[in-house]
């Protein structure tokens, strides 16, 4: 129910809850003076809202302290200056809140601009104030702008949280090659970045928004608990792998290490590229930038699922594809491009594809059940 205050401008709206009368109480209809006004006990109700129009803004600047409350419950402000607009759009801000507002007017344009989110409905004179333009003349332009602004911010995080993991694993298997005095090739890091990292970083963005938008709010911030909890618990899975494969390799009877360091001795030296320690690394580190990836191409609530990515999923199905062959049978002029040791026994290269297996499984689980459970329980505080 609308109940009109005489003369005021304001009127207050209750909604009854399901289990309740509508709420009809005489006072309602009692004459409120504009000089030293006196808010009525139900308006503290949670049930009643405030629509105020221009007028009665106006007249209700004079008493801070009462605008103040009389802002928190305003449901509805209309017939406004475009002043007021703007003013009420900063009082909000004021209050620590983050404004939308939409418009399809010139005399929109102040309050589109002191917006932390301007959204013109317009292509007129309101477009050149706000950041954002919809051809369609609908509020529900709103729901897009939302769907695609979360989109877009979960899928920035996602992008420097795989950034960062793919630094780090470089960054182990580098170190566990330099414990027994050994490194890549340089085609093997050019490997790494053309063939795997650059095609997945340029089609991971291509997942468009979820059609339902989320009550959650994405991750604003990339010094949080949800984001360093992933990349530091998601580097010491990395690790932890990365040493168990080590040990395991180094301590079978068939291992050959690296040549012994002479006189002379150049790390990167053909002789010293091409061993078993390196190859393995390299290897398990292809499937690792692979595994990783998969657990970061999280999809709800933000965005689509990765497999309604169709160019992302040929290119993950491609580089899997090439992986599997460069560790099963590689052609002879890719295996001394790469500097390749091909003395690695058959059943040691299962198990490389056995442990990048159960790699990705707890990568997964630990990415999509860990953190996505941190993150919803920090979320409802």
Known sequence: DAIPLAGTGLAFFHVPSPVEEPYMDNTHHTHIDMNGLQLPPW?????????????????LESDRNLFDRILRKGSVFARMSPTQKADLIERFQAQGHIVGMCGDGANDCGALKAADVGLSLSEAEASVAAPFTSKIPSIRSVHILLREGRCALATSIQTFKYMALYSMIQFISILVCYSKGTTFGDFQFLWVDLVIIIPLLTFMG????????????????LISVPVLSSVIGQVLIMLGFEIALYFYL?????????????EGYHIKSSENVINMLTTSTLFFANFQYCCVFLAYSISKPFRKSMWTNIPLVIVLIFIYGVNIYLVIYPANWLS??????????????????????????????????????????????
């Not at 291509?206 to 911030?221: F, I, V, W």
């Not at 040791?341 to 499984?361: E, M, R």
């Open 336 to 381: 001394n491009l790469l500097q390749l040791d091909l003395k690695l026994p058959q059943h040691y290269l299962y198990t490389i594809f056995g442990a990048a297996a159960v790699n990705s499984i707890v990568c997964w689980f630990y990415e999509r059940v860990i953190v996505m459970y941190l993150f919803a329980k920090l979320s409802k505080h």
């Open 206 to 221: 291509k997942t468009g928004p979820s059609k339902r938008l989320s009550k959650r709010k994405p991750t604003g911030s």
């Open 250 to 262: 180094t301590s079978r009877t068939w291992y050959e290490g690296p040549p012994p360091q002479k």
């Open 43 to 59: 308006f503290d109700d949670d049930n009643v809202h405030l629509a105020v129009t221009g007028r009665a803004y106006a007249q």
